[in-house]
């Protein structure tokens, strides 16, 4: 069993990171209150672009190029509303 990363950042619009098997990283957030799939699907590029801008504030070393984006509806569960950062195991 490998060891994976995981990153939580808790600010409005959070951030979240984890690493997959493969060795590449999941990027996630920019979450929106409302789900209205016109404007939803007309802003995945831009919500894509301040992600990959997020990335490379955070981690200029890596030089991370997207493989692909989307949106989709947030399910939002907040147990603890305490940034998360660590490696867990699968």
């Known amino acids: 069993m490998t060891a ?10 959070y951030l979240y990171l984890r690493s997959t098997g493969d060795g590449r990283l999941l990027v996630g957030g920019e979450d929106d209150d409302r789900d209205i799939p016109a404007r939803r699907d007309r802003l995945v590029d831009r ?5 990959e801008r997020k990335i ?15 949106v989709g509806v947030s399910v939002r569960v907040i147990i603890d509303p305490a940034a998360i950062c660590g490696v867990f195991l699968p």
């Open 47 to 51: 919500k894509a672009a301040t992600l």
């Open 56 to 70: 490379s504030w955070l981690f200029p070393h890596l030089h991370a190029q997207p493989a692909f984006a989307w």
């Open 4 to 13: 994976s990363t995981q990153l939580w950042e808790s600010a409005r619009l």
